[in-house]
C-alpha cells in the first residue's frame, strides 16, 4: 500500500441516513478527501438506509469510480462485510466468508479492486483462526490486498495477526470513547503492526458543536438509537461539547479540528501504534475542514486529557442492549 495519510474518509454518511445524499454531493465531498490526502476509505457491504438496499454505500463507490476511474489507484479501500443486516449477525465461516467476498465485488465489478477486507463484527461461534485463514485463502488468491478487522478485542488481534498480517482493525475513539488506552486494544494493535482505524472521530457529529439538541438530528436517524443521544443523557452530554467549543475558539480552531488533532496526538506514542482518524463527510467543505492538519501541543494536549477524565460520559457508545456487537 501506499504510505498512510493522517485522515481517512468513513463513508458511513453517505448512505445511511433518511435523507439520501445525491451522487453529486457525495462525490464532491469523495474527489475533494483525495485532493486533501484523506485517501483511506472504509465502507461496509451494509451501509443503506432503507429502501435502498444494504450495498447501497458499495454501488455509490461504483458510480465513483466508474465516473473518476483515475481515483481508484488513490484509494486504499477497506470494505467492512461478512455480515447479515436482516439478522444482525456476523457471518464469518469460511463459505460465508467467500460469499461476502463475492457481493462485494461482484458490486465494484472492474472499476476497484478490493485493498483491504474482513469482517465487520467478528461471530464469536467461528474460532477467529478459521475466519482468518479464509481471508489469508482470499489474499494468497489476489482478490484482496490484504485482510482488515473491526470492533475487535485485544486477544482477537493477536489471534488474527498470527495467522495472517493484518493491516487495519477500525475501533471507536474520540474525546468521548476511550475504551481502546485502557482494554489492552490500542497495545496490541500496535505489538502487531496493526494501523488502527478511528470510527466516530467526532462522536457521530456530536463533537463537532452543531448539534446543539436532539432536533437537530433528522427524525429516522440512527444516532436517536444511541445512548449517548437519548433524552436523558443529551444535554448532560453537552457539557463536554460546550468544554471542546471553549478550547478549540482560544486556539483558533474548530471543534472538529481540535478533536481530530487529539486524536492524532496519540499516534505513535505510548503504548499506541499508528492511529488514524476516518471522518464522515458528506460536504466538501467539512472534508476540507477535517483534513486540514492542525497540531497541538503536549501541553494542550495535556489540557484535553483532564477535561476527559474529569467528565463522565452518560450513555452507551452505540445502541443499548447490543453490547455483542461491540470488542468482539
Not at 208 to 216: A, R, W, Y
Not at 290 to 312: C, M, P, R, W, Y
Amino acid at each position: 500500500m501506499a504510505p498512510l495519510p493522517s485522515t481517512g474518509l468513513g463513508l458511513l454518511g453517505y448512505t445511511w441516513r433518511p435523507k439520501k445524499v445525491p451522487d453529486d454531493q457525495a462525490f464532491e465531498a469523495m474527489k475533494a478527501a483525495i485532493e486533501n490526502g484523506a485517501t483511506i476509505w472504509s465502507t461496509s457491504s451494509v451501509y443503506g438506509y432503507p429502501p435502498d438496499p444494504p450495498t447501497a454505500g458499495l454501488e455509490l463507490l461504483k458510480r465513483y469510480f466508474t465516473k473518476y476511474p483515475e481515483d481508484a489507484s488513490k484509494v486504499t479501500l477497506f470494505i467492512r462485510a461478512c455480515f447479515n443486516p436482516a439478522t444482525f449477525a456476523a457471518q464469518c465461516t469460511p463459505e460465508e466468508v467467500r460469499a461476502s467476498w463475492e457481493e462485494c465485488n461482484n458490486i465494484l465489478g472492474a472499476v476497484k479492486k478490493i485493498d483491504v477486507f474482513g469482517p465487520a463484527r467478528m461471530d464469536p461461534n467461528v474460532p477467529v483462526e478459521v475466519t482468518i485463514g479464509a481471508l489469508k485463502q482470499l489474499q494468497d488468491e489476489g482478490k484482496i490486498g490484504a485482510v482488515g478487522l473491526s470492533e475487535v478485542r485485544a486477544d482477537t488481534i493477536r489471534r488474527a495477526a498470527a495467522v495472517v498480517p493484518i493491516a487495519f482493525a477500525e475501533v471507536e475513539f474520540s474525546l468521548w470513547s476511550t475504551e481502546i488506552l485502557d482494554n489492552g486494544v490500542a497495545l496490541a494493535a500496535k505489538e502487531c503492526n496493526v494501523v488502527l482505524l478511528s470510527y466516530a472521530p467526532l462522536g457521530y457529529g456530536f463533537l463537532t458543536g452543531e448539534i446543539k439538541k436532539l432536533e437537530d438530528i433528522p427524525q429516522g436517524d440512527g444516532r436517536h438509537m444511541f445512548g449517548r443521544f437519548q433524552p436523558e443523557n443529551f444535554q448532560k452530554n453537552l457539557d463536554l461539547v460546550d468544554k471542546v467549543k471553549s478550547f478549540a475558539t482560544k486556539k483558533g480552531v474548530t471543534p472538529a479540528q481540535l478533536a481530530l488533532a487529539w486524536i492524532r496526538a496519540h499516534s505513535n506514542t505510548g503504548d499506541v501504534g499508528n492511529l488514524i482518524p476516518i471522518p464522515g463527510a458528506t460536504a466538501a467543505r467539512r472534508v476540507i475542514e477535517n483534513t486540514q492538519v492542525v497540531e497541538i501541543t503536549a501541553e494542550e494536549k495535556e489540557g484535553l486529557d483532564a477535561i476527559v477524565k474529569s467528565f463522565d460520559v452518560a450513555g452507551h457508545r452505540q445502541i443499548p442492549g447490543a453490547d455483542h456487537f461491540l470488542w468482539t
